[in-house]
């Protein structure tokens, strides 16, 4: 058994309560169910067929003829004469009066008053008197009570079974879907726990294809795989076990069925696992593909590049295509068709069993035997043709697992509940180099301190490290040498949860979530109050944004914030991070995409929120940071130049170059 499958029993086992309760109520319905075959085979041999039990003659009977009394041998108390012993024998769809023994019973043929009974090589000739169908009748008639009562009780048992079967299925099926609710809820879990890297390196369209459409199927396998597979095995234990009851001999030829549908199931499971795990890999690049080209369509048709993209599309589409026809036709080869040429081919086997017993190849066995058997293996057929049915399923589900199971084996930084003191943000690298990369340093020998309260500007050329300090700072990114410290803690001594919770960071490119613009702001943390949040919006600059709005703090957020402009969005995470108060607020180029006139309204929430705060800046606008009370400028990862704006212009550097060219860039887009 693969990791996946014991995996996938580990959840059932979690429930294993409601879903023991779900096999009791089946084993109990299935049991009500299978009784069924019995009493009408009990119903015709003994009450129908019944009446060509031999009958003996009495003073007083149970039935008149002619005359005489006779009652049914098999109720006599106490042994009778031979030649007391009469026959009653149907051929066709008359019956006939044997005043005599019966040797044997065989193929029957009535002729000139006299009755022929043969059995291969053995002949009996008996004389024998036509009945009316009123004197038939009269042997019948006692019958009947006992016939009403069994009919009854095949009624019972037939709403007993329905009853039973109601709470199996609602047990198993809630069982089920427990077990894929916490499932999903372990997966979700874990994708919070992911370092940012693996992010970095996964598609998002193929993380979403696991936890969505991979954790679908498996839903299908508890849902409607176990429920199937479980009740078909309750039922063939239920089927088997009656074959024994009424013959081991039929029992033992039914089950050579097993050791057949084994080696079925493993042919099987071993092409459809190949086919299986292509097409939910496509599936997954396809959900990929999807989610790249929503984020990027303006680019796309910006550019004309709609049929290139649908080509691209296309070709995984086939390959998709291509691996679920190979499936369907494994599926039409070994399903329907090969279980129904066993069912024909056992019926073949039947009819030769039971019809050349009368010529003397098979075995005699009575009719309600026969009817018992026919009706059990077409009851048997059912439940295997609900496995055969649910293999696909099964491996389509299998596969899905182990790629969920890939997913969750992830290493990822569990959450706890550990909380540190509230930092006073005294932030220190020390001679910190990071490579995201082997041996490719992004940063290399960073050395500075950003005291509480202060705020520390980096500026620097695309590509020179500014986000990569920020990164490592937040512990994103973990880096190679050196040591960060926090209030004289290393960082790596704490757990990334601790760290972050004393942090705030506010990006170029706001991210909001799907909900209000209350929501947003407190990130759904109970502890933080409605007036908090008001006073929060405010205090950025954001009162003239509530006050536009019909909803105010309750007005809905699309997805990514689409319905606000670019500087909305931007006080919004402003004020995000004043209300969570966090000690050292990072700004990565939070101004970047701000036209002018909101510029100054950011400017003061800025002040607003960075004060009494250690507070970095990843400047884009250099106007923006002159009030820093340092400026690190980076260059292919090293600090070239530090300190305020005035002590960097006064050097006349690399600072100055930058601020100059700027300056004159915006009194070029001025005149």
Do not use: C
């Not at 048709?301 to 679920?324: D, M, P, S």
């Not at 090293?638 to 006064?650: A, F, N, T």
């Amino acid at each position: 058994m693969k990791d996946a499958d014991k995996r996938l029993i580990k959840y059932a086992v979690q429930f294993k309560r409601t879903i023991l309760l779900a096999l009791f109520f089946l084993a109990i319905a299935a049991a009500a169910e299978l009784t069924g075959p019995f009493i009408a085979k009990t119903m015709i041999d003994n009450h129908i067929i019944g009446i060509e039990q031999p009958w003996v003659e009495v003073e007083e009977g149970d039935v008149s003829y002619k005359g005489r009394e006779f009652v049914r041998s098999d109720r006599m108390e106490a042994d009778w004469q031979a030649d007391r012993e009469v026959n009653l024998l149907q051929v066709g769809l008359t019956y006939y009066f044997i005043d005599s023994p019966v040797e044997f019973d065989g193929e029957r043929n009535y002729e000139n008053h006299e009755m022929t009974i043969t059995r291969g090589d053995d002949s009996a000739v008996y004389e024998a008197a036509p009945m009316t169908q009123a004197e038939i009748y009269s042997f019948f008639q006692q019958e009947i009570p006992y016939l009403l009562l069994l009919m009854g009780g095949y009624l019972l048992l037939i709403l007993i079974s329905s009853v039973f079967h109601y709470y199996q299925s609602f047990w198993l099926q809630t069982s089920a879907n427990r077990i894929i609710k916490k499932m999903r809820e372990d997966v979700f879990a874990k994708v919070h726990e992911l370092p940012v890297q693996y992010f970095d390196s996964m598609p998002t369209g193929k993380i979403v294809s696991r936890i969505t459409n991979d954790t679908e199927a498996i839903r299908e396998l508890y849902v409607r795989v176990l429920a199937t597979f479980f009740t078909s095995l309750v039922y063939m234990a239920g089927i088997f076990t009656a074959l024994f009851i009424l013959d081991s001999r039929l029992a033992l030829a039914a089950l050579t069925i097993i050791p057949v549908l084994i080696v079925w199931m493993t042919l099987y499971r071993k092409y459809a696992g190949k086919y299986n795990r292509v097409i939910r890999e496509k599936l997954s690049d396809i959900n990929g593909k999807i989610n790249e080209n929503i984020q990027g369509m303006p680019i796309i048709q910006a550019f004309g590049r709609e049929k290139e993209i649908t080509g691209e599309f296309e070709k995984l589409n086939q390959e998709h295509f291509k691996y679920n026809n190979k499936l369907l036709t494994l599926n039409a080869m070994t399903s329907f068709n090969l279980l129904n040429f066993f069912r024909n081919a056992g019926f073949v086997a039947l009819i030769w069993y039971f019809g050349g017993g009368s010529i003397g190849v098979g075995m005699v066995f009575s009719l309600g035997v026969v009817y018992a058997f026919v009706d059990y293996i077409n009851r048997l057929f059912e439940p295997l043709n609900g496995i055969v049915n649910q293999l696909a399923q099964l491996e389509e589900a299998r596969i899905a697992g182990e790629r969920v199971f890939n997913l969750m084996d992830e290493t990822g930084i569990p959450l706890t509940e550990e909380r540190r003191p509230r930092f006073k943000g005294e932030v220190e690298f020390k001679d910190v180099s990071f490579a995201y990369e082997k041996d490719q340093y992004v940063l290399k020998n960073i050395s500075f301190s950003a005291s509480q309260g202060e705020t520390t500007a980096f500026v620097g050329h695309t590509g020179s490290g500014k986000s990569s300090i920020m990164n490592i700072l937040f512990r994103f990114y973990d880096h190679q040498a050196g040591e960060i410290t926090v209030d004289g803690v290393d960082i790596h001594s704490m757990t990334k949860q601790e760290l972050r919770e004393h942090m705030a960071i506010v990006l170029q490119d706001p991210f909001l979530f799907t909900g209000t613009i209350a929501s947003n702001v407190s990130m759904n943390d109970p502890s933080i109050s409605r007036g908090q949040i008001i006073d929060a919006l405010r205090k950025v600059g954001a009162g003239n944004m509530l006050d536009s709005l019909p909803g105010g703090i309750d007005e809905e957020v699309k997805e990514k914030g689409s319905t606000l402009s670019a500087g909305q969005r931007q006080l919004i995470s402003f004020a995000r991070a004043l209300v969570f108060n966090p000690p050292i607020l990072i700004l990565d180029e939070a101004t970047a995409n701000i036209d002018t006139e909101t510029e100054e309204v950011i400017q003061k929430a800025l002040e607003v929120v960075k004060e009494g705060r250690t507070t970095f800046v990843i400047a884009h606008r250099l106007s923006t940071i002159r009030q820093a009370n340092q400026i690190m400028v980076l260059n292919r990862g090293e600090i070239v130049e530090r300190g305020s704006h005035d002590e960097l212009m006064d050097v006349k550097g690399r600072y100055y170059n930058m601020y100059q060219l700027q300056k004159g860039a915006i009194r070029e887009s001025a005149g």
